[in-house]
């Protein structure tokens, strides 16, 4: 069955610095794979995500994500982080049942920005 | 304008009511979603519906009900049965038949919160 572990319920950076949110996902096909952001009270806008080709996925805001079949990552990253990326962060995989898709969501990941 | 439009953004309930949660889509999908949200906790899914009159229930359908009478609509009931029932509620829709990705686009989100 697929499932999606994110590393680190909370991650703090300060403003200008890199941003790395880290997801792995287990599979047994090759994935479709997720990255959304949720800003409070505000539902989720997507923000880049992986079906096939370019392993390397930009996505809105600067963020991008690579991935690594290896590894079964998917990490999120964004060299300068800006005040405005403090938010919720999501990585997803989709799950094949029943003739269907459906998204298997990670806990989230809480960014905050610091001056 | 297309989208989803949840209503209402707040909603305060008395323990014992039931009250009834708004999805409205007009983005032509077939698939519909209703998710839970807590602090801490990501997404849990409680119903979908794939096609009109027809749904399954998710992870945590329990005190909850949905129907599916038309393919813009599907409305979420939060029963008395549901024990906490305080959390923020986030519809979402895709486009699901084979070879599509499960890539999901949601509501802005219902937060409820019982007295």
């Known amino acids: 069955a697929q499932s999606v572990t994110q590393l680190g319920s909370h991650v703090s950076v300060s403003e200008g610095a890199l941003v790395l949110l880290r997801c792995n996902y287990s599979?047994?096909?090759?994935?479709?794979l997720f990255w959304y952001v949720q800003y409070p009270n505000q539902g989720l806008q997507l923000l880049l995500k992986?079906?096939?080709?370019?392993?390397l996925v930009k996505g809105i805001n600067g963020f991008e994500a690579e991935f690594k079949k290896s590894e079964t990552s998917f990490h999120l990253t964004k060299p300068s982080a800006h005040m405005s990326d403090a938010a919720e962060y999501f990585c997803?995989?989709?799950?094949?049942?029943?003739?269907?898709?459906?998204?298997?969501f990670g806990a989230g990941t809480r960014l905050a920005v610091h001056p | 304008d297309g989208g989803i439009t949840q209503s209402p953004k707040y909603l305060f309930r008395k323990e014992g009511q039931n009250v009834t949660l708004s999805c409205e889509q007009n983005l032509n999908h077939d698939a519909m979603y209703w998710y839970r949200q807590d602090p801490g906790q990501g997404l849990r899914l409680i119903y979908y519906s794939q096609i009109v009159n027809d749904f399954q229930k998710g992870d945590i359908a329990e005190g909850y009900s949905v129907s599916r009478e038309k393919k813009e609509s599907f409305p979420l009931t939060v029963t008395s049965a549901q024990k906490n029932p305080t959390a923020f509620y986030l519809c979402?829709?895709?486009?699901?038949?084979?070879?599509?990705?499960?890539?999901?686009?949601f509501g802005e989100g219902s937060r409820l919160t019982v007295l």
């Open positions: 992986y079906t096939t080709g370019a392993t």
């Open positions: 599979s047994s096909v090759p994935p479709y």
């Open positions: 979402a829709v895709s486009d699901p038949g084979q070879g599509r990705t499960g890539e999901l686009f």
């Open positions: 997803a995989v989709t799950m094949f049942s029943g003739g269907y898709n459906k998204l298997i």
